[in-house]
């Protein structure tokens, strides 16, 4: 089974900083490093990585930093062909980086803002006859109309929509075009109005989003681990203990590997543990595509 991304790439300005900045505040940094990224692109590089047969569908600018972008997934593996090059900027996003791997991030479009339906008519979805599917992975770095028609077009298919960044106000019938959801637990909380700060608020938030619509819904937590509901099961899986060294990405590695795993037909339990093992290698390094680690060393991980 096959994986197609469709989202955002975005290169990464990150800075190092001994805290997060407080509005007004002016920090002095430690270190800077420019880091191919976006939501899409790093959930692609992490599928890629893990051994998946993996397609990016997206577009970049025609600046020095798209052709970049493009390199960095053609070197992890991924399919761009699919990747359309537009006038103007490639999208950006501006991280800083405390000192215990915590962040802040701010995301321009560029090139991202201009993926519309056209888009979609170019998602290299199977059309069912000889019975293959694929597994289509969005996020909420391109517009929501467009996500919404990609669901609507993969209704054969498995969705996985990592709703960030969070748009708490989705239509009535977005969620039933959804068979999984990935919020984290700010996303959670925003979507079905429940403060998620624990494993039990989790799954009332998730539930709440269930009875919206969305078959499954996995609440990532954090160094709390990850809450599951689906129709036949409601769990907790607690989160691998690392040192963190930097938590970018950590939510797009968890969702490439996910992705990998149901594509290889492991249950959903199993599933979440191979994601979760994916994020947590993710956090022990620095910048967010150079950090997805290899099916190797999941495997590894996970024997030791």
Not at 64 to 91: E, I, K, N, Q, R
Not at 130 to 148: C, N, P, R, Y
Request: aromatic share 4%.
């Amino acid at each position: 089974m096959s994986i197609i991304v469709f989202g955002s790439l975005n290169m990464d300005l990150v800075a190092q900083v001994p805290c997060l900045p407080q509005p007004g505040e002016t920090l002095l940094g430690t270190d800077f490093i420019t880091v191919p990224g976006g939501k899409g692109a790093n959930q692609a590089v992490a599928a890629a990585r893990l051994g998946a047969s993996t397609t990016m569908v997206g577009r970049v600018g025609d600046d020095g930093f798209g052709s970049l972008l493009c390199h960095s997934l053609t070197a992890s593996g991924v399919v761009t062909d699919a990747v359309l090059t537009s006038p103007g900027p490639s999208g950006v996003a501006l991280i800083n980086v405390d000192e215990l791997g915590e962040n802040q991030i701010v995301v321009v479009p560029g090139a991202n803002g201009k993926v519309d339906i056209t888009d979609v008519d170019r998602l290299p979805l199977p059309d069912g006859s000889d019975g293959k599917t694929s597994i289509l992975l969005m996020q909420f770095e391109i517009a929501l109309t467009v996500v919404q028609a990609a669901a609507k077009r993969a209704k054969d298919h498995c969705v996985i929509v990592d709703p960030a960044p969070v748009q708490p106000h989705l239509p009535a019938d977005f969620y039933g075009l959804v068979d999984i959801l990935t919020p984290n637990q700010t996303e959670a909380s925003q979507l079905s109005g429940v403060k998620v700060s624990s494993v039990a608020t989790a799954m009332e938030a998730a539930q709440v989003l269930r009875q919206r619509g969305a078959s499954t819904v996995i609440v990532k937590l954090g160094r709390q681990g990850a809450v599951v509901a689906s129709q036949s099961e409601v769990f907790h899986r607690p989160a691998f203990q690392v040192d963190a060294v930097d938590t970018v990405a950590a939510g797009d590695a968890f969702n490439g590997g996910l992705a990998v795993a149901l594509a290889e037909e492991k249950s959903l339990r199993d599933a979440v543990e191979w994601a979760s093992a994916v994020a947590a290698l993710s956090v022990m390094k620095a910048g967010a595509q150079p950090s997805m680690p290899t099916r190797t060393q999941v495997e590894h991980f996970l024997l030791s």
